[in-house]
C-alpha cells in the first residue's frame, strides 16, 4: 500500500528554467509534509516542509504547495540549477504533536530524479 | 557535531552471517529511527526509539532484526541469518523537535 506517490520516476530541465516536482498521497492523518534531496551514497537532507494549515511554504528558491482537498503536493525549483540534480522524495507524517513543535515517523515516495542541463 | 555517523559505510556479507550497524546520532536528540532504502524507492521506517526506549516497530522489521539504544545514547542494528533480500541502504536519522538528520547510511550487500 503505497500511501505516498510520486509518479514521475524522472525530470529533466534545462538550467534557468522552473523545475516541478509532484506527490500525491492517500493517508488523510498525514498532517506535516517535507521534501528530501539525496545524492548517491548520502543519506537524504532536508530541503522544505509545510503544515497542513498552510498551503504554500517559500524558501528561497524552493516553494512547496499544498492542495488538501486533492491530497497533492508539489516543490517548485527556480531557477534550476545544474546543482540540482539529484533524488527528490517527498514525505508525510501523520504524527504532528499538539503544539507543532514535533513530527515523527515519515512515510516516503519512491523518488524523483531531477536533471538539470546546464 | 558533525551530524549522525553511521558505521561502517558498506558492509558485504555471505548469506546467512549475522551483521550488526551502529548510529551515533546529533548527541542532544532524544528520538532516533532506522529506516532501510531498497534500489528506486524510497525509505521505508523500520523502527524509532525515544531515548532508550523502543517505542515502535514496523511489520518489515521480522524476527531477524533486533535494535538497540542502550542509555539513549548511541543505536545498533542487528540482522541475524541475513538473507539477499536485505541487501538494501540502511539510514538512520536522529531528531529534536523539527530537526529531522539523517545519516549517510549503510550500504549492505549479502551475497
Known amino acids: 500500500d503505497q500511501q505516498v506517490k510520486q509518479n514521475s520516476p524522472s525530470l529533466s530541465v534545462q538550467e534557468g528554467r522552473i523545475s516541478i516536482l509532484n506527490c500525491d498521497y492517500t493517508?488523510?492523518?498525514?498532517?506535516?509534509f517535507l521534501w528530501y534531496k539525496k545524492y548517491p551514497a548520502e543519506g537524504p537532507t532536508f530541503l522544505i516542509s509545510i503544515s497542513s494549515i498552510k498551503d504554500k511554504n517559500e524558501d528561497g528558491r524552493f516553494t512547496v504547495f499544498l492542495n488538501k482537498s486533492a491530497k497533492h503536493l508539489s516543490l517548485h525549483i527556480v531557477p534550476s540549477q545544474p546543482g540540482d540534480s539529484a533524488v527528490y522524495f517527498c514525505?508525510?507524517?501523520?504524527?504532528?504533536?499538539?503544539?507543532?513543535?514535533?513530527?515523527?515517523?515519515?512515510?516516503f515516495g519512491q523518488g524523483t530524479i531531477l536533471t538539470v542541463h546546464p | 557535531d558533525t551530524g549522525v555517523s553511521q558505521d561502517p559505510r558498506h558492509k558485504i556479507t555471505k548469506r546467512g552471517q549475522n551483521v550488526t550497524f551502529r548510529c551515533d546520532p546529533i548527541s542532544e536528540h532524544n528520538r532516533l529511527y532506522w529506516y532501510r532504502q531498497t534500489l528506486g524507492q524510497g525509505p521505508e521506517f523500520l523502527t524509532y526509539f525515544q531515548n532508550e526506549a523502543q517505542l515502535e516497530k514496523s511489520r518489515l522489521l521480522s524476527d531477524r532484526f533486533s535494535a538497540e539504544r542502550p542509555k539513549g545514547s548511541f543505536s545498533t542494528l542487528e540482522i541475524q541469518r541475513t538473507e539477499q533480500g536485505d541487501s538494501a541502504m540502511y539510514l538512520c536519522a536522529s531528531q529534536e523537535n523539527y530537526g529531522y538528520t539523517f545519516g549517510s547510511g549503510t550500504r549492505l550487500t549479502v551475497v
Open positions: 514525505a508525510a507524517s501523520a504524527s504532528l504533536n499538539a503544539g507543532g513543535t514535533s513530527y515523527g515517523k515519515l512515510t
Open positions: 493517508n488523510s492523518m498525514f498532517d506535516y
